[in-house]
Nanobody
Framework: QVRLVESGGDLVQAGGSLRLSCAAS????????MGWYRQAPGKQRELVAT???????NYADSVKGRFIISRDGGKNSVYLEMNNLQPEDTAVYYC????????????????WGQGTQVTVSL
């Protein structure tokens, strides 16, 4: 069973920084892309940033220039460096793994982590 475990969420003041980490474990042959999504109270889950196995990145406009996504393919891990955090960044942040192959012949599946809370105060 593939699992994603996030860490790094915390309470921080506006203008501060946090680094989220997500590690995938289990029978993994290959992960094509990993990313971060967030969901604020009363809102839909939204994309924050993604990164492919070839390190192509994509960011939501709201975080461009402030957040940096990176990946350690050897460890099946993804990170999110968040700078100049603002109250509107407050949300539960979810790690996502897209097109996970458990063997070379398996059908790819997608997985979500359980989420980590980020709260930004004024």
């Amino acid at each position: 069973q593939v699992r994603l475990v996030e860490s790094g969420g915390d309470l921080v003041q506006a203008g501060g920084s946090l680094r989220l980490s997500c590690a995938a474990s289990g029978p993994i042959f290959q992960i094509n892309a990993m990313g971060w999504y967030r969901q604020a109270p009363g809102k839909q889950r939204e994309l924050v940033a993604t990164i492919t196995s070839s390190s192509v990145t994509n960011y939501a406009d709201s975080v461009k220039g402030r957040f940096i996504i990176s990946r350690d393919g050897g460890k099946n891990s993804v990170y999110l460096e968040m700078n100049n955090l603002q109250p509107e960044d407050t949300a539960v942040y979810y790690c996502h793994a897209r097109e996970v192959f458990t063997t070379v012949l398996s059908a790819p599946l997608n997985y979500w982590g359980q989420g980590t809370q980020v709260t930004v105060s004024l």
